[in-house]
């Protein structure tokens, strides 16, 4: 027989509450559980005043913006709405039913003045690492370095050729991307290398593709992992340099080590990564095992003799050709921080050999790195066992890179300007740490079959 739904008269009074209808294994209890910001209002005191009316508490908004990042939330009206109707999220803000959920417009008013200003995004990222670190998901033996193009908020049809003169004071682009993008370039020591296209929305984001797609204007998201589970041990924006993204190997590494004193023995790195300076600081400053791919152009034109076919003399600082003649150097360093190594143009002149080796030239000039021991002993790895581990766990910073895109959705960014790009990367390793810890460590608490609060 159909049923049919009964309507009778409403009932006057409910007994509900948030604890029994939120299921024992959601993701958010897991969270709940591993997330402490008893600090966070010692933190921001200061940058509250003592009078006044009372603000919209600090840890809701946190809490909620957890909950935004954590699911792919990326709109904060939408978040604002959903948080509204999701008992679940309800219950992770500390919301009752009947509490009312902040303006999506206190989001924008607090993370661009205290929240920014107080740091606090780093600060929670740093309670919560510290957290995985008290549950030994960081083991600090290995690391990994990698980063990913992150799409501007920026329309590729709203830019200009960067050789154009623009009048950045004109109401139209004078926007706060604009000023700090100004302020940014008073303080920057100038590299001589103007960028191919400026966008006029967000002019410190970076005109690049990735390999056979359009260009786009985009920054880098560059993390820093420990190879045991994954965790993510530090976040740095940059724009969408090649130069910039190896420079922050140094800030990372050594923010982790100043902050947690952890230092890998290890680091994994795609071949980027592996320029003379910074096989040099990590292998001579550091002591820590490049597992890195040299960036070696020495192999030369097809059909010629390679490098590797002259052999180096330290004792005699010379470089010995397949004929048995030394090239010599007078020891100045070039701009290029290389040493130049030259052969005798008579050596040359009637060598049968100078086909294959220096067809166009008088002679044969070999340029070797000032630090070219840190190469040799980063080649000399590159077939231990523990060289070919890290090319495999090197896979997990890809992972992390996936899911901050598939996940969590954050394949484009919201905020405009560098300081928006460095407010919401963090935010996100934030989330990506915290859906970890809450899937590794945390377990929904039960007694005879029946759930209990957690």
Partial sequence: MMGRQASGQKQLFYAFDLETVVPDDHLLRGID?????????SHLAVFYSHTGRPS??????????IVGYAFGIRSERRLCEEVRLNLAYRWFCRLGLEDAVPDHSTFSKNRHGRFRESGLFRHVFETVLSRCMEAGLVGGEGFAIDASLIKADANRQRGIPGTEEIDWTAPSVATRPVREYLE??????????????????DPASRWTSAAGGPAFYAYSAN??????????????????????????TQVMIERTEERFGIRPDRLAADTAYGSAPTLAWLVEEKEIEPHIPVWDKSAGK???????AFTF???RNEYICPTGHALHTTGRITTDHTILYRSRNHHCAGCTLKPRCCPNTPNRKIARSVHEEARDYAR?????????QSRKDRKKVEMAFAHLKRILKLD????RGLSGANDELPLAATALNLRKIAKMIWKPPKMDGKSVPA
């Fill in 313 to 315: 003399d330290a004792d």
């Fill in 184 to 201: 940014a370039l008073d303080e920057a020591e100038p590299n001589g290398k103007t960028p191919k296209n400026i966008s006029l929305t």
């Fill in 223 to 248: 993390y820093l992992i420990d190879l045991d589970v994954g965790i993510i041990l530090d976040s740095e924006t940059t724009t969408a340099r090649r130069t910039e993204e190896v420079d922050t």
């Fill in 302 to 308: 097809e059909g010629l003799f390679p490098r590797s």
């Fill in 56 to 65: 919209i508490d600090p840890e809701l908004m946190m809490r909620m913006l």
């Fill in 380 to 388: 000399s790895l590159r077939d231990t066992p523990g060289y070919l």
């Fill in 33 to 41: 559980a591993c997330l402490d910001l008893s600090d966070l209002r």
């Fill in 412 to 415: 484009r960014l919201r905020l």
